[in-house]
């Protein structure tokens, strides 16, 4: 496979995962859509996360996949820490700004992948390397959505 036909998959798979419209059901995007704050930060049992943590969480990997694609240090983040980010209320960060946050990451990963493909950026890592990323950001992205789908229904929402 050439390189240019990978980095078109590699698109195609981080369109799948994040929207619109996926074939397999609520994509990332689609499943977030219609949460309200009530629905976004509420936890379905002590020490679960809800789902403004869910998409804070996937924001911070696609921004980490970003840099290592890129080969370039990732910027700071909207908020201080690694990983997961216990937010329970919109006084630590509204509901709003996580949603453009998740939004704005995924965009730029998408446009590093389509700028690689179009040959007006190149990546340190080796083919399967980067594509195994990509990868793995969409099979991510994949597996919050349905986790989101499933709290939206435990939620009533």
């Given amino acids: 496979m050439t390189t240019t036909v990978a980095v078109a998959i590699e698109s195609r798979i981080l369109s799948e995962a994040w929207g619109p419209g996926a074939w397999h059901g609520a994509d990332l995007k689609a499943a977030i859509a219609d949460v309200t704050p009530a629905v ?15 998409a804070l969480h ?17 910027e700071p983040f909207v908020l201080p820490g690694e990983e997961w980010f216990v937010v329970d209320n919109e006084k630590a960060i509204p509901w709003s700004k996580i949603q453009a946050t998740l939004d704005a990451e995924q965009q730029r990963l998408a446009e590093l992948v389509a700028s690689v493909e179009t040959v007006t950026m190149s990546s340190p890592l080796a083919g399967t390397e980067r594509f195994n990323l990509v990868l793995g950001i969409a099979c991510h992205a994949i597996y919050h959505a349905g986790q989101v789908q499933l709290i939206k229904r435990l939620r009533g929402a």
């Fill in 58 to 74: 996937h924001a911070f990997f696609a921004r980490s996949v970003r840099a290592k694609v890129s080969g370039r240090p990732a």
């Fill in 40 to 54: 976004a930060f509420w936890r379905p049992a002590p020490g679960r996360h809800n789902i403004a943590e869910i």
